[in-house]
């Protein structure tokens, strides 16, 4: 069948539109490359307490790591984008902490307190949250695809998480520590020591950046820190040793004696005749616990990888 002139011009004329289009559409920060992403991360998974730390007094934040103890942290998300500019994020992270106080550098400083009061515990970190992120450069690129493209973000958001505290007893089993009220939680003796839950909520801020590979593929770098609402990640948070006799009054016969021997592990030496909780020091109610995780991430766009090539195809007239 013969193409008619006006057909041919039509086409030409759709052609050129759809072109044009696609054209300007290349400086916008709409998504054509696929509205979804699903990325796998693993990294680092740091804990800030009251349990050991670094020499000298407790400091704040990353300066009082300590780094032989920290464990990686799995995680997967899934993000949505409206658009380019913006993300919501949904993930879980399995994670662990960890804190020693006999693995404090023994320097000869304020740390020695630490060593001396001997505690430590291990935990599980699961948590499932919900985040916004936030990619400012994308309102300065000037070409569509995302191949090669560095991408900052800033992310934040809340999110639900699960922990259990243990400490090793002498038979060398991991015991859970909440059920043991080592600090006379719910106790009427101490009113002030309440029981804590093991289901928590947190607060996430955060930064990192993304480098596209690919369309469809990136990899990148994210520091996530959490704030928490307890002071009992590590079961470690009241100033003072609460009377052991209370153990035998609130806990079964089994429990009292575990907690016995758990509440104090210190090896300070003091005179017979004054307790030793007049001159030791437990924990430091002042802040709660905190922590974050470094996390390498990699990531892959899914949707509609096609839908530019289809919009460059011209029509055809018979």
């Known amino acids: 069948m013969r193409t008619t002139v006006l ?25 054509p490359n696929g509205k979804f992403e699903l990325g796998l991360g693993i990294g680092p998974m740091f804990f800030l307490g009251d349990l050991g730390g670094t020499k000298g007094v407790g400091k704040d934040f990353i300066l009082d790591l300590n780094l032989p103890l920290t464990k990686l942290c799995k995680g997967i998300y899934l993000e949505y984008y ?3 500019w913006i993300g919501i994020r949904i993930a879980g992270n399995l994670g662990y902490v960890e804190g020693d106080d006999a693995q404090a550098p023994a320097k000869g400083g304020a740390e020695e307190d630490r060593k001396y009061r001997n505690l430590s515990f291990k935990s599980n970190i699961n948590e499932v949250y919900g985040a916004l992120e936030i990619y400012p450069t994308v309102f300065f690129e000037r070409y569509d695809g995302l191949k090669g493209k560095l991408r900052p973000y800033v992310l934040g958001g809340a999110g639900m998480y699960h922990f259990n505290p243990k400490a090793k007893d002498v038979d060398d089993k991991w015991v859970a520590l909440a059920p043991l009220r080592l600090e006379g939680q719910g106790f009427p003796e101490y009113p002030d020591s309440k029981p804590y839950k093991l289901f928590q909520k947190n607060l996430l801020l955060g930064i990192g950046f993304k480098y596209y590979l690919k ?3 990136y990899v990148g770098l994210e520091v996530l820190h959490r704030q928490l609402f307890t002071d009992y990640v590590d079961d470690v948070s009241n100033n003072y040793y609460i009377d052991p006799i209370y153990f035998d009054k609130y806990l079964s016969a089994a ?24 001159f030791a020091e437990r924990g430091d109610p002042k802040e709660n616990d905190a922590y974050f995780s470094s996390i390498l991430r990699f990531g892959w766009r899914i949707g509609n990888l096609d839908a530019r090539n289809k919009q460059l195809k011209c029509p055809v007239f018979y």
């Open 7 to 31: 057909n041919v011009r039509l086409s030409v004329l759709v052609c050129l539109l759809t072109l044009f289009s696609y054209r300007s559409d290349s400086q916008s920060i709409s998504s």
């Open 215 to 217: 369309e469809n593929m």
């Open 255 to 278: 429990d009292a004696v575990i907690a016995r021997r758990l509440y104090y592990r210190g090896t300070y030496t003091f005179p017979a005749s004054r307790p030793y909780q007049e």
């Open 82 to 84: 409206p658009a380019e």
